[in-house]
C-alpha cells in the first residue's frame, strides 16, 4: 500500500499539468461553466475528465519534472484550457449580441431580467435566445465534440508543449470573425425590420403631427421585434449548427489536427 501510494504521488505533477488544462475548458466553456452546475460538481467532473485522458499523456510526459517546469507548466496548460471553451463561447456571445442589439432597437432592453444562475442582469431576449443555442448546443451533441476536441488537442500540443504561436494568434481572429458573422445572421432580420419601422414612424411624424408615437411607437417595434424574432428563430438552429462547425474546425486547424470527419 505505501508503494502505491509512492507511485501515485510521482505522477502527481504530470497529472496536475493534465488537470489544469481539463479545469480551463471547464472556466469557460458553454454548458460546463454555468453557474447552474454546483462547484462541486464541475470539480468532479474536472477530475473525472482528467483521469481518464491522464494515462495518453504518460508517454509524451518527461521522466523528471521539476518545480518550476511544472509551474509554468500549469499556467500554459491552464491556457489552451481557456482558449478552447472561449472559442466555443465566442458563438454564444455572437446570438447574444444580436439579440442585445435588437433589444435595445426596440426598447426591450428597459426591462432588464435577473438571473439568478448566472447571477447578472441581461435583457430578455438575450436570456432568451441564450437558453434556446444551449438546448440546440446539447441537442446536436455539442457537449461530446467540445471533449473530442479536448482530447485532440493533447494528441496537437502535448503537456508542456504550450507555446504561443501565428497560429493561435490567427485562430483568435477567426473567431471573433466567426462571432461577428453570426450576430449579422441572426440580429440582422430583426435590425433591419426596426430600421424600417423607424423610418416609417419619421414619416408619420411629419405627415400626422397629431399623432402621438411616443405612446404607440413602443408597443409597435415591441411587436415587430417579437414577430421577427418568432419566425427567424427557426432557421436559428441552421445557424448555429454551421457555427458550432466551424469553430470546432477552426480549432483544430489551429492546434494542428485535421478536421474530423
Request: glycine fraction near 8%.
Amino acid at each position: 500500500m505505501p508503494s502505491l501510494l509512492f507511485g501515485f504521488y510521482g505522477f502527481l505533477p504530470a497529472f496536475m499539468l493534465v488537470l489544469f488544462r481539463v479545469s480551463g475548458l471547464m472556466l469557460t466553456a458553454p454548458v460546463f461553466s454555468s453557474i447552474a452546475l454546483p462547484v462541486q460538481v464541475r470539480a468532479l467532473l474536472a477530475a473525472a475528465i482528467s483521469l481518464a485522458v491522464f494515462p495518453m499523456t504518460l508517454s509524451w510526459l518527461p521522466s523528471q519534472l521539476t518545480l518550476a517546469e511544472v509551474l509554468v507548466g500549469m499556467v500554459g496548460e491552464l491556457a489552451i484550457g481557456v482558449l478552447l471553451g472561449l472559442a466555443i463561447n465566442l458563438v454564444f456571445m455572437g446570438l447574444e449580441m444580436a439579440a442585445e442589439v435588437a433589444g435595445q432597437m426596440s426598447g426591450m432592453r428597459l426591462g432588464e431580467v435577473f438571473n439568478p444562475l448566472l447571477e447578472s442582469s441581461a435583457g430578455a431576449m438575450g436570456e432568451l435566445y441564450t437558453l434556446v443555442a444551449t438546448m440546440i448546443f446539447l441537442a446536436v451533441r455539442g457537449d461530446h465534440a467540445l471533449i473530442r476536441a479536448l482530447l485532440d488537442s493533447f494528441q496537437a500540443i502535448p503537456p508542456l508543449g504550450a507555446v504561443p504561436t501565428e497560429g493561435l494568434v490567427a485562430l483568435l481572429l477567426d473567431l471573433l470573425n466567426l462571432a461577428f458573422t453570426i450576430t449579422i445572421r441572426v440580429g440582422g432580420p430583426m435590425v433591419l425590420a426596426l430600421m424600417l419601422a423607424l423610418i416609417s414612424f419619421g414619416f408619420l411624424s411629419r405627415t400626422i403631427p397629431q399623432l402621438h408615437l411616443m405612446n404607440i411607437g413602443f408597443p409597435v417595434k415591441v411587436a415587430i421585434c417579437l414577430s421577427v424574432a418568432a419566425m427567424t428563430m427557426i432557421s436559428m438552429e441552421n445557424v448555429l449548427v454551421d457555427g458550432l462547425s466551424e469553430a470546432f474546425d477552426a480549432i483544430r486547424i489551429g492546434l494542428g489536427v485535421p478536421p474530423a470527419a
